[in-house]
């Protein structure tokens, strides 16, 4: 192993046993798939290890649809499917957000919001840890003064150095199954390495995960159906808000880039914009109806009333959700929100804390 190589080992140790207890991945989720560029060999596991799933959402207040279909959804399906006996752990990792200037007020409220957010999708806090990041905070050693260089270093290397970071984020909870999105593969290649190598000099401590990667593809800008749909985008009407009226959806679905050609067909190559919305409508269908299916449906309808479509579908798939969020948020206080999450941190911290025992044990600290 290089140098650097090394180097990182010593600093995911450093962070599995200094600093982060807690938290997650921005992750998409349900099946597992190998990626022979990117990806080792499936790991083969003790058939009595109990499977553990974890994974995180950054705090960015309600997420849009492509955050659903690429991640929560599948969240979802995971509880729901999972053995009883299979802990579920999801972090909102509200220390990662960080890793940037964050205005105080809105990050709180962005945090409410998606504590709201996780529970209106489906997921249940009886039946899965679902906590803040922040809520176990990191932790040097007493003997170390917070203004020793070293220290620094450490600290630095929490909040900047984010593969490192959630290497010892996923290790530390004893994941056996992590969800991620395709840009995150690389990520926990990384993690099963330190896990291996930590292994290989202290024996069968640390477990290394499998990846699930969502089925799900990308859900494209409505503005710039060439890039994926995201929260930074400048034009608010690129992205689905999952809490969006069905008059928001009905206009940014209007106001959606698509082409002057006629008819509907899917061709991901020459009509990015119509392809995306048969590719939402073939997500939000209950019959499972492929985007190609839906284009010989659809063939022969103006681009108007294909639009209308699209958002009639939409729009009645989400009514559920906004819904259930809308009761969620009632009240000023939010303190039915912050008590689960606080109350996932103390089962979190539990869980995390036996793979630090032994950890430290080993180690000898």
Same mark, same amino acid.
């Given at each position: 192993?290089?140098?650097?190589?090394?180097?990182?080992?010593?600093?995911?140790?450093?962070?599995?046993?200094?600093?982060?207890?807690?938290?997650?991945?921005?992750?998409?989720?349900?099946?597992?798939?190998?990626?022979?560029?990117?990806?080792?060999?499936?790991?083969?596991?003790?058939?009595?290890?109990?499977?553990?799933?974890?994974?995180?959402?950054?705090?960015?207040?309600?997420?849009?649809?492509?955050?659903?279909?690429?991640?929560?959804?599948?969240?979802?399906?995971? #509880?729901?499917?999972? $053995?009883?006996?299979?802990?579920?752990? /999801? &972090?909102?990792?509200? =220390?990662? @957000?960080?890793? %940037?200037?964050?205005?105080?007020?809105?990050?709180?409220?962005?945090?409410?919001?998606?504590?709201?957010?996780?529970?209106?999708?489906?997921?249940?806090?009886?039946?899965?840890?679902?906590?803040?990041?922040?809520?176990?905070?990191?932790?040097?050693?007493?003997?170390?003064?917070?203004?020793? #260089?070293?220290?620094? $270093?450490?600290?630095?290397?929490?909040? /900047? &150095?984010?593969?490192? =970071?959630? @290497?010892?984020? %996923?290790?530390?909870?004893?994941?056996?199954?992590?969800?991620?999105?395709?840009?995150?593969?690389?990520?926990?290649?990384?993690?099963?390495?330190?896990?291996?190598?930590?292994?290989?000099?202290?024996?069968?401590?640390?477990?290394?995960?499998?990846?699930?990667?969502?089925?799900?593809?990308?859900?494209?800008?409505?503005?710039?159906?060439?890039?994926?749909?995201?929260?930074?985008?400048?034009?608010?009407?690129?992205?689905?808000?999952?809490?969006?009226?069905?008059?928001?959806?009905?206009?940014?679905?209007?106001?959606?880039?698509?082409?002057?050609?006629?008819?509907?067909?899917?061709?991901?190559?020459?009509?990015?914009?119509?392809?995306?919305?048969?590719?939402?409508?073939?997500?939000?269908?209950?019959?499972?109806?492929?985007?190609?299916?839906?284009?010989?449906?659809?063939?022969?309808?103006?681009?108007?009333?294909?639009?209308?479509?699209?958002?009639?579908?939409?729009?009645?798939?989400?009514?559920?959700?906004?819904?259930?969020?809308?009761?969620?948020?009632?009240?000023?206080?939010?303190?039915?929100?912050?008590?689960?999450?606080?109350?996932?941190?103390?089962?979190?911290?539990?869980?995390?804390?036996?793979?630090?025992?032994?950890?430290?044990?080993?180690?000898?600290?």
């Amino acid at each position: 192993m290089t140098e650097a190589g090394h180097a990182l080992r010593r600093y995911a140790l450093c962070l599995l046993t200094t600093a982060p207890r807690l938290v997650g991945i921005p992750a998409r989720s349900v099946h597992s798939k190998r990626n022979d560029s990117t990806s080792s060999k499936p790991t083969t596991f003790k058939p009595l290890l109990q499977q553990v799933i974890f994974s995180g959402i950054q705090p960015t207040g309600v997420p849009h649809l492509g955050n659903y279909l690429g991640a929560l959804q599948q969240w979802v399906q995971l #509880q729901d499917q999972a $053995a009883h006996n299979t802990k579920l752990i /999801f &972090s909102i990792v509200n =220390l990662h @957000a960080l890793t %940037v200037p964050q205005d105080k007020s809105q990050l709180q409220r962005w945090t409410v919001e998606t504590i709201a957010s996780l529970l209106a999708v489906g997921l249940d806090h009886n039946r899965s840890t679902i906590f803040c990041q922040s809520d176990s905070k990191l932790a040097l050693k007493e003997v170390v003064s917070p203004l020793d #260089q070293n220290a620094k $270093a450490v600290l630095k290397l929490g909040l /900047f &150095s984010y593969p490192v =970071l959630q @290497a010892a984020d %996923v290790l530390v909870h004893g994941a056996t199954h992590v969800p991620v999105g395709e840009d995150q593969v690389q990520h926990l290649e990384f993690t099963r390495e330190c896990a291996n190598n930590f292994n290989s000099v202290h024996g069968d401590i640390l477990v290394e995960p499998t990846t699930l990667l969502s089925p799900a593809k990308r859900v494209m800008s409505l503005k710039d159906p060439l890039q994926k749909m995201s929260k930074s985008h400048p034009d608010p009407r690129s992205k689905i808000l999952l809490t969006d009226s069905p008059e928001a959806i009905h206009l940014k679905i209007k106001h959606a880039l698509t082409d002057s050609i006629g008819g509907i067909s899917f061709d991901l190559a020459t009509r990015p914009g119509v392809s995306n919305l048969l590719e939402i409508l073939s997500h939000v269908d209950s019959e499972g109806r492929s985007p190609q299916a839906w284009a010989e449906e659809c063939k022969t309808l103006p681009m108007r009333a294909f639009k209308e479509l699209v958002s009639d579908n939409l729009s009645s798939s989400l009514t559920g959700f906004r819904e259930r969020y809308t009761a969620l948020m009632e009240g000023q206080s939010y303190s039915h929100l912050t008590d689960i999450v606080r109350h996932g941190a103390i089962e979190a911290r539990k869980n995390s804390g036996r793979m630090l025992e032994k950890v430290r044990d080993v180690i000898g600290i």
